[in-house]
């Protein structure tokens, strides 16, 4: 069983800066990508960053320049800084990981969500 555990999230004004982590846990051969997503309130669930464990990040325009992702694929953790944010950052986050596991007729990969973490930019 793989679990991913964000943290960080927070109320905080425009303009303002939060880092969010995220770790995941379990029995994890290896990982592939691990990334950002954001779900507001009525919209879907969208891109933020992605990492792969080969160095490709991606970013949509709407957050590229404002946050930086990072990792350290060895400790199985994710970093996303943001900064400059807006009051349209405002949203649930979810950390995504793709990862290599162990099943009963040999290794696959799955993709693994978390909880989400509250983001909530506003004076």
């Known amino acids: 069983q793989v679990q991913l555990v964000e943290s960080g999230g927070d109320l905080v004004q425009p303009g303002g800066s939060l880092r969010l982590s995220c770790a995941a846990s379990?029995?994890?051969?290896?990982?592939?990508?691990m990334g950002w997503y954001r779900q507001a309130p009525g919209k879907q669930r969208e891109l933020v960053a992605t990492?792969?464990?080969?160095?490709?990040?991606t970013y949509p325009d709407s957050v590229k320049g404002r946050f930086t992702i990072s990792g350290d694929f060895a400790k199985n953790t994710v970093y996303l800084q943001m900064n400059s944010l807006k009051p349209e950052d405002t949203a649930v986050y979810y950390c995504?990981?793709?990862?290599?596991?162990?099943?009963?007729?040999?290794?696959?990969?799955?993709?693994?969500w978390g909880q989400g973490t509250q983001v909530t930019v506003s004076s």
């Open positions: 995504n990981a793709e990862a290599w596991v162990l099943g009963p007729t040999g290794r696959y990969t799955r993709d693994y």
């Open positions: 379990g029995i994890i051969l290896s990982i592939n990508a």
């Open positions: 990492l792969t464990s080969g160095g490709t990040i």
